[in-house]
């Protein structure tokens, strides 16, 4: 076969960038085969509402060590966001005004409450699973452990709405375990987690920093390449695209989200555990829009009702006759993204008077290489799950945001999680090159 090299990749998100440019840069011949005609996958910084928008990935924190090294690497500086100086918030039927800081402080004895076990059950948070105790609580959703909490009826729906923003989707399939988890990476303060979620963007963009990974590795990389087929023997991986196409390698990393892993046909095939992991799925199944409106309108924030179809927005730019806002939703079938006048009705529900100009946005939930935005886990996912997605299948191993131990469901932990399994592919690729080394002998 002609197509043969020493490691395909497949996808040309950050986890597949980095695992292409880690083992290309030793040496090896890499494929990386990319459905989209682009790279970046998750994240796309595109032109949209006279400016470049990011319609996916976004933030970035220096608590969140993998992408912080490489932007460092390559002389990419953060941004930091906008100062919120005003705040709306939605409890009990009725809409709240207020400063920025009475937002956060209302949030902050629940969220204190809710988070307080994050050491003890993630004392080492990039190993997750350090904490045998952990599987007890694994079980519990997010919806379960707020319902638990003795609160105020307007705090619980505040401390609700936030974390159905978090995870983009639903609290009751979302695990506590997850909310912990993050919190523990971010040293078990939820401001810091909040902070590192919502404050620092990229300059020039995530295209930027992917195209920067790009650019120094020597891997060819094929888009439009859909893959739909992976079959492995004793010596050999060969992956078969939906044009018919047959690339052949000795180990072959995927780094498709886990919402995709189940359309692709693997043979044989991934082990029980692994199908079911994917047949589940993440919770991250929202929507995130772009919303300009008329005037220039003061830096402010909106939490809206847990289930709204916008959830949640915040001014990110203005100009001098306009203001641009982002919003999220937990619902990407109740946001259509091309739909001006249901975006007015929805933000007319979190901010009444503000009249929207045009909107712009990318539905991630029905787009075949990602079906999910960011990837949330559910409830039992980390205990039952994780290392079972973690561990390599004969040649194949996966990669990504979904597999991640520390920031996962971040474009830090498809990082990770790319080095990670480029490490463990260079270990395997050196250890065939001495065992023909010694039979040469
Ligand atoms: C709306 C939204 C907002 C987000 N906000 C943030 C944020 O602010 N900060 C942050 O850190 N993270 C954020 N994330 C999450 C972050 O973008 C992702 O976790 C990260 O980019 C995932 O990288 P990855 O390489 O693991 O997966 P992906 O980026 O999904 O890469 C996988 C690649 O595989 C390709 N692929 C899929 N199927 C096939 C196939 N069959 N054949 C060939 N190629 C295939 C895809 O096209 C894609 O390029 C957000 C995500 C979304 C969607």
Not at 18 to 24: F, H, Q, Y
Not at 70 to 80: A, F, K, N, Q, S
Not at 98 to 122: C, H, I, K, V
Not at 405 to 419: L, P, R, V
Request: net charge negative; glycine share 8%.
């Amino acid at each position: 076969m002609s197509n043969h090299s020493d490691v395909i990749v497949i996808g040309a998100g950050f986890a597949g960038l980095v695992a292409s440019r880690e083992l290309s840069r030793r040496g090896h011949s890499v494929t990386v085969l990319e459905g989209r005609d682009r790279i970046a996958g998750r994240t796309h910084l595109e032109q949209h509402l006279g400016r470049d928008l990011e319609l996916g990935g976004t933030w970035v924190h220096w608590t969140q060590p993998y992408v912080w090294a490489e932007m460092g690497r390559y002389g990419i500086e953060p941004v930091p966001g906008a100062e919120f100086t005003k705040a709306y918030w939605h409890a009990q039927g009725q809409r709240h005004e207020g400063t920025a800081d009475e937002l956060m402080d209302l949030l902050d004895a629940p969220n204190q409450q809710l988070l307080a076990e994050a050491r003890r059950y993630f004392p080492l948070p990039w190993s997750p699973l350090a904490n045998p105790e952990v599987s007890i609580i694994d079980s519990t959703n997010l919806s379960q452990a707020i319902e638990a909490m003795d609160l105020p009826e307007a705090q619980r729906q505040l401390l609700r709405s936030f974390w159905a923003l978090n995870f983009n989707g639903k609290l009751d399939e979302a695990a506590y375990s997850q909310a912990l988890r993050w919190a523990a990476v971010a040293s078990g303060s939820w401001q810091l987690m909040f902070e590192a979620c919502a404050s620092f963007k990229i300059e020039g963009g995530t295209r930027r920093l992917a195209q920067a990974i790009l650019e120094d590795s020597t891997a060819e990389v094929h888009l439009g390449q859909q893959v739909r087929a992976v079959r492995q023997d004793d010596d050999l991986v060969v992956v078969t695209t939906d044009d018919g196409s047959k690339y052949s390698a000795k180990n072959l990393i995927v780094t498709v989200p886990l919402n995709v892993l189940a359309h692709i046909e693997f043979q044989p095939e991934l082990s029980t555990a692994k199908r079911a992991a994917a047949e589940r799925g993440q919770v991250g199944m929202g929507a995130k829009l772009w919303i300009r409106v008329k005037g220039v309108h003061e830096r402010f924030v909106v939490m809206g009702p847990e289930n709204a179809p916008l959830n949640f927005a915040q001014v990110e730019y203005t100009d001098a006759q306009t203001t641009t806002l982002v919003c999220f939703g937990p619902d990407a079938g109740a946001v259509d993204v091309h739909d001006k006048q249901a975006a007015q009705m929805h933000l007319d529900q979190l901010v009444p008077g503000l009249e929207v100009v045009a909107i712009a946005g990318h539905n991630w939930v029905d787009d075949e290489y990602s079906r999910s935005t960011w990837p949330m886990h559910k409830a039992g996912y980390l205990s039952g799950s994780l290392a079972e997605l973690q561990k390599p299948e004969g040649r194949i191993h996966l990669a990504g945001s979904d597999y991640a131990n520390g920031w996962g469901g971040f474009i830090d932990g498809a990082i990770e999680s790319g080095i990670s399994a480029a490490r463990t592919v260079l270990r395997e690729l050196a250890g065939e090159e001495s065992a023909q080394n010694l039979q040469s002998v």
